[in-house]
């Protein structure tokens, strides 16, 4: 099993920056992707990125430019940078990753909130 936790959320203003991080613990040798994935408020979860173990990253378009996934295998961790946030980029963050080299994960941070205001 593979516990995820997030760090690094907060309140910004749009045209701010972030930095997200997230800690795998557990048995974590066995993991593939790793990814970032949104909700907002009486929105459905979207994927924000996701990086392979090899480090081939995926953006959705609304971020690309101005996010960015990096992942350190020895620490296992990954982490979001985030720059130029706009009010629509409000979401609860999570960090998610499994042991397949797909886009379906399988194990879940708690979240972390990011409330960009204008």
């Known amino acids: 099993q593979v516990q995820l936790v997030e760090s690094g959320g907060g309140l910004v203003q749009a045209g701010g920056s972030l930095r997200l991080s997230c800690q795998a613990s557990g048995i974590v040798f066995g993991i593939n992707y790793m990814g970032w994935y949104r909700q907002a408020p009486g929105k459905q979860r979207e994927l924000v990125a996701f990086?392979?173990?090899?480090?081939?990253?995926n953006y959705t378009e609304s971020v690309e430019g101005r996010f960015t996934i990096s992942r350190d295998n020895v620490k296992n961790t990954v982490s979001l940078q985030m720059h130029s946030l706009k009010p629509e980029d409000t979401a609860v963050y999570y960090c998610?990753?499994?042991?397949?080299?797909?886009?379906?994960?399988?194990?879940w941070g708690q979240g972390t909130q990011v409330t960009v205001s204008s």
């Open positions: 998610a990753a499994n042991n397949a080299p797909r886009v379906v994960f399988d194990f």
């Open positions: 990086i392979t173990r090899g480090g081939r990253t």
